[in-house]
């Protein structure tokens, strides 16, 4: 599990960039060598919600190290990405075994996984606004981010028979 990778960053205009290489490169090589299941990627990838070619490129190169096509890789944005734009092309990465989180449209479907320990279902949410969720709960008062991430919770249609698993980046 990893979140706010912030892809990209600058610190006092000082670009991160070969340092945040340097990490992404120790921790896929941790991921090859202990063989999870999945990597679950908790959001705020990039720093920007339009980031630099150059972050792009360098997360490109993790995803690619990270789906050997056994393991699940699992991507949500975060409220530093831009949703639209990390879920680019997220439909042709599920055959390679990369589930990225469309733009929030209502409470996210499960994705089920098989392991040594059973079935685990993960759900990836988004990072949401309230006005996001209110367009899928009409009748519903939403006014904090508290509400809105509770309704979601409660409409997932959760299997008792396994491991349910949510990924998100929320303000809770």
Do not use: C, W
């Not at 070619?53 to 831009?82: C, M, P, T, Y």
């Not at 599920?94 to 993960?122: L, T």
């Not at 809105?148 to 929320?170: C, F, M």
Request: proline share 9%; net charge negative; glycine share 6%.
């Amino acid at each position: 599990h990893l979140s706010d990778l912030h892809i990209g960053k600058k610190l006092n205009e000082y670009p991160l960039l070969e340092d945040q290489e340097h990490i992404l490169n120790q921790i896929a090589d941790i991921v090859e060598h202990e063989q999870p299941d999945a990597v679950l990627l908790a959001g705020d990838i990039y720093d920007k919600s339009v980031p630099s070619a150059e972050a792009v490129g360098l997360f490109d190169e993790f995803l690619f190290r990270l789906a050997d096509g056994q393991r699940k890789i699992f991507v949500i944005s975060g409220n530093h990405d831009s949703p639209e734009r990390l879920a680019f092309g997220s439909r042709l990465m599920i055959p390679s075994g990369v589930h990225v989180a469309p733009v929030f449209a209502g409470p996210p479907a499960p994705v089920r996984i098989e392991g040594p320990g059973g079935a685990a279902d993960i759900y990836m949410l988004p990072f949401v606004r309230p006005a996001h969720v209110r367009r899928y709960f009409p009748d519903e008062d939403i006014r904090s981010y508290n509400e809105a991430i509770r309704l979601i919770a409660e409409s997932l249609p959760l299997d008792p028979d396994v491991k349910n698993i949510l990924v998100t980046h929320q303000f809770v």
